[in-house]
């Protein structure tokens, strides 16, 4: 891309900081190897991670998070999918599909719920697509979401069979 993306001052330093303490964290309490022989990432791992703010990185600061940029954001995964491709996967669903549609397109008052909570970990986003009839073809989904007749929650019917 040309001309290559650049970043503020502040930003390059709010990065390099996050990713020094990622480093640190990651080479004394991140062990690959067993996360891939359980098949799940330690609780206190997603903690530290969210504690440094990793997963408020896409996340506006006036909830919670860093708001960095794309290149920023670039950079920081590359850094995670060089350790780990399943926490990279995980992080990166959060992020990049999980609770970026509340960022874009959220209402302020869902935006004041969910993304101060996102962006520090305490809850995780995920993303919804891929159905037993129509894999990921979106234009393909049956699964519905119906207004309760009380209109206070929507009933969710169908079936998910992965879910980033």
């Given at each position: 891309?040309?001309?290559?993306?650049?970043?503020?001052?502040?930003?390059?330093?709010?990065?390099?900081?996050?990713?020094?303490?990622?480093?640190?964290?990651?080479?004394?309490?991140?062990?690959?190897?067993?996360?891939?022989?359980?098949?799940?990432?330690?609780?206190?791992?997603?903690?530290?991670?969210?504690?440094?703010?990793?997963?408020?990185?896409?996340?506006?600061?006036?909830?919670?998070?860093?708001?960095?940029?794309?290149?920023?954001?670039?950079?920081?995964?590359?850094?995670?999918?060089?350790?780990?491709?399943?926490?990279?996967?995980?992080?990166?669903?959060?992020?990049?599909?999980?609770?970026?549609?509340?960022?874009?397109?959220?209402?302020?008052?869902?935006?004041?719920?969910?993304?101060?909570?996102?962006?520090?970990?305490?809850?995780?986003?995920?993303?919804?697509?891929?159905?037993?009839?129509?894999?990921?073809?979106?234009?393909?989904?049956?699964?519905?979401?119906?207004?309760?007749?009380?209109?206070?929650?929507?009933?969710?019917?169908g079936s998910k069979i992965w879910i980033t």
């Amino acid at each position: 891309m040309f001309p290559y993306p650049e970043v503020s001052q502040e930003e390059r330093e709010t990065t390099n900081m996050l990713l020094d303490s990622f480093r640190k964290y990651a080479q004394k309490n991140i062990d690959t190897r067993k996360i891939d022989q359980e098949e799940k990432i330690p609780k206190e791992v997603f903690n530290a991670l969210g504690d440094m703010g990793i997963f408020g990185i896409c996340v506006p600061r006036e909830y919670g998070g860093s708001e960095l940029s794309s290149t920023s954001y670039g950079r920081v995964f590359e850094e995670i999918c060089h350790l780990d491709a399943s926490l990279a996967v995980t992080l990166g669903g959060h992020s990049s599909i999980g609770l970026k549609g509340i960022v874009l397109f959220g209402t302020e008052e869902q935006k004041k719920k969910y993304l101060p909570d996102l962006a520090s970990g305490k809850k995780i986003a995920a993303f919804c697509l891929t159905e037993p009839e129509a894999g990921s073809d979106a234009a393909g989904i049956q699964t519905k979401a119906v207004l309760s007749e009380d209109k206070k929650h929507f009933i969710l019917n169908g079936s998910k069979i992965w879910i980033t």
